[in-house]
T-cell receptor, first 117, second 111 residues
Framework: GAVVSQHPSRVICKSGTSVKIECRSL??????MFWYRQFPKKSLMLMAT?????????EQGVEKDKFLINHASLTLSTLTVTSAHPEDSSFYIC?????????????FGEGSWLTVV | QKEVEQNSGPLSVPEGAIASLNCTYS??????FFWYRQYSGKSPELIMF????GDKEDGRFTAQLNKASQYVSLLIRDSQPSDSATYLC???????????FGKGTRLSVIA
């Protein structure tokens, strides 16, 4: 199967600082990547859809100025949590689809645990 | 609004038994159907996908799809304690639209 890599897997930052999370498709080109957030024991929540070369589409209730998404190439999307606060502490997961795969299978990265102190 | 429904569980089965996980979806335009397994604190991992009516088998796993009933299921034969996890059903109409996830069913396989 296709491989999606996220970095860092864990990060701790101080309140008020910004944190960048990278999502890479290692062996395929991904025109579309998705960013999810998951709080402990809760369901996955879609934050935004990231399209290569264009602006991300954010889900209702997700602040686009706080969660900056850049998808500058077919293999890399980044999520930057700006002015992070403790309530932003969560598990952030990206996923990507190989546009050449007719099954439309979506593969997940390993996830990134963010702790804001 | 597109919805995917799953029983939250927990579903408890003895080791060696068949675990049956069910899922219904609301959007008749859905084309691809996925089952993911998520261990606590980890990212979802793909188990199977199916997009044609009928059964699809892969090892101990069988996915079943009935588009007329808008129903997808996953059977796990010879369940093992290592199968204990949350199983997420997800559907999409195209690869460029987000997956719509169910809330997941927690499976517990008891040794």
């Amino acid at each position: 199967g296709a491989v999606v890599s996220q970095h860092p897997s864990r990060v701790i930052c101080k309140s008020g600082t910004s944190v960048k999370i990278e999502c890479r498709s290692l062996d395929f080109q991904a025109t579309t990547m998705f960013w999810y957030r998951q709080f402990p024991k809760k369901s996955l929540m879609l934050m935004a859809t990231s399209n290569e070369g264009s602006k991300a589409t954010y889900e209702q209730g997700v602040e686009k100025d706080k969660f900056l998404i850049n998808h500058a190439s077919l293999t890399l999307s980044t999520l930057t949590v700006t002015s992070a606060h403790p309530e932003d502490s969560s598990f952030y997961i990206c996923s990507a689809t190989n546009y050449r795969d007719i099954s439309n299978t979506i593969y997940f990265g390993e996830g990134s645990w963010l702790t804001v102190v | 609004q597109k919805e995917v429904e799953q029983n939250s569980g927990p579903l408890s089965v003895p080791e060696g038994a068949i675990a049956s996980l069910n899922c219904t979806y609301s959007d008749r335009g859905s084309q691809s159907f996925f089952w993911y397994r998520q261990y606590s604190g980890k990212s979802p991992e793909l188990i199977m996908f199916i997009y044609s009516n009928g059964d699809k088998e892969d090892g101990r796993f069988t996915a079943q799809l009935n588009k007329a009933s808008q129903y997808v299921s996953l059977l796990i034969r010879d369940s093992q304690p290592s199968d204990s996890a949350t199983y997420l059903c997800a559907v999409t109409d195209t690869g460029n639209t987000p997956l719509v996830f169910g809330k997941g069913t927690r499976l517990s396989v008891i040794a």
